[in-house]
């Protein structure tokens, strides 16, 4: 299979880099739609989607030659033809995620959220980057003799420009970037279905990558061909690294389903590590899932109560009619400085009952005796006494009540 796609003399197109960069930029164009939703500005993510991928790419070729060493100790130049292939993917998302941690961490910008955001982006990219192995007739399986009945049969369906794509050295290979690019693509439409949950939690995304693409790697590493697995010690290298991916998913998992209900949603605002709003992340409405205080209400928040109105105007009324009685006479003896020393005596029950009669009566009086106009005199003869009694109408309330007043 000819893997150049393009050949202009002077600079060649291979296929391979042709997949690489059509899986980044479909990745990249979720990230940028859901990072925009979290308010995180298109500025800030242009920033994080270019240094990462740079990083990535960096760390994926830097894994691949660590490894496989001898290839390139005596071919130095060789190292910088990533075209040819040799990006491991480990390398990629460890270099890669490393960078994020800390750019996030420097930004103020909730990391396990951007971490679940990248995680649906990379995951459809590595769909779509698998193929470039298909071009580059490299990382595939064993005989497809030697696979059994199963995986012979399954073979036979395929279209059969794979199938002559994946005949290598006169034997047909196990097309592993099939396999690996269709369980991927599964676990894309597993992750899109997952985020729109609304109780799913910040990280858990991240987890449920991990622990899916370490289970691939896992079962698909046991198949592919001895020439491309890296070893160390007799140990893949791969399926240890895919072994720790499943268990830093399940961490982060399982983390975070032992907190509250209502707390770390992945479907709240973005949120800042330090409250404070940057100038490459866009202000936000909404409730802070960062509080664990009244949780349930920061959820489905409850208007304020409306202040009832009373039917009956006379209840707006302040103040009660004030009667010259026994009772206010006591009271008007207690609060005037002037008056200790003289001796006060409680009032008896029909004197409470006379008072109470003649308030009902002044305010069941009628409107024309209510609205006449005092006089100038009288007014002012009238206020200071008025002002004096404003307390008293607690006084009368209760018989009892004053007893125990009096004798304390």
């Known amino acids: 299979m000819n893997g150049v796609m393009l050949d202009l003399g002077f600079v060649q197109i291979y296929w ?24 995180i500005s298109e500025s800030a993510m242009t920033d ?14 830097l ?24 990006l491991a993917i480990h390398g990629a998302i460890i270099f890669g995620g490393l960078f994020l941690v800390l750019h996030s961490l420097k930004k103020k910008i909730d990391t396990l959220k ?41 073979f036979k ?37 997952i985020r729109r949950r609304k109780y799913i939690k910040t990280g858990q995304i991240f987890g449920i990558y991990c622990m899916w693409y370490g289970a691939i790697r896992v079962f698909l590493e046991g198949m592919r061909d001895e020439e491309y697995n890296l070893t160390v010690g007799g140990f893949k290298v791969s399926q240890i690294v895919a072994i720790g991916m499943i268990l830093v998913g399940l961490f982060f998992f399982i983390r975070r389903m032992r907190t509250s209900r209502f707390d770390h949603l992945y479907n709240d605002n973005i949120v800042l590590t330090n409250d404070k709003v ?6 936000y409405t909404g409730y802070s899932y960062d509080s664990t205080k009244d949780a349930a209400a920061r959820i489905n928040p409850k208007p304020a109560p409306k202040p009832v109105e ?26 005037n400085p002037n008056n200790a020393g003289v001796s006060v005596e409680a009032p008896t029950q029909p004197q409470v009952q006379q008072t109470q009669v003649s308030v009902q009566q002044m305010q069941h009086a009628p409107q024309t005796e209510l609205q006449a106009q005092p006089s100038a005199s009288t007014v002012q003869q009238t206020q200071p006494a008025q002002q004096a009694m404003e307390p008293t109408t607690q006084v009368a309330a209760d018989n009892q009540s004053t007893h125990t007043f009096l004798n304390i």
């Open 157 to 193: 369906i395929l279209p059969g420009f794979i199938q002559e794509g994946m005949k290598i050295g006169g034997e047909y290979r196990e097309p592993l970037f099939l396999y690996e690019s269709i369980l991927c693509l599964i676990g894309f439409i597993v992750l899109l279905i």
């Open 48 to 61: 994080i989607i270019f240094y990462t991928v740079l990083i990535a790419i960096i760390g994926a070729r």
């Open 63 to 86: 894994w691949y030659v660590i490894f496989e060493w001898g290839k390139y100790q005596n071919n130095i130049i060789g190292i910088f033809e990533i075209w040819h292939g040799g």
């Open 310 to 335: 009373p039917e009956d105007d006379s209840l707006l009324m302040n103040t009660t009619p004030v009667v010259n009685t026994p009772t206010t006479n006591i009271a008007n003896n207690i609060l």
């Open 114 to 154: 951007l971490l679940d955001i990248c995680s649906v982006g990379l995951i459809i990219g590595q769909a779509i980057g698998r193929w470039g192995n298909f071009f580059n007739q490299e990382v595939y399986g064993k005989a497809v003799s030697e696979g059994g009945k199963i995986f012979s049969d399954l």
């Open 16 to 39: 391979y880099s042709i997949c690489i960069v059509l899986g980044m930029a479909v990745g990249m164009a979720f990230v940028y739609s859901e990072a925009s939703k979290k308010g």
């Open 278 to 283: 940057e100038d490459d992340v866009m202000p």
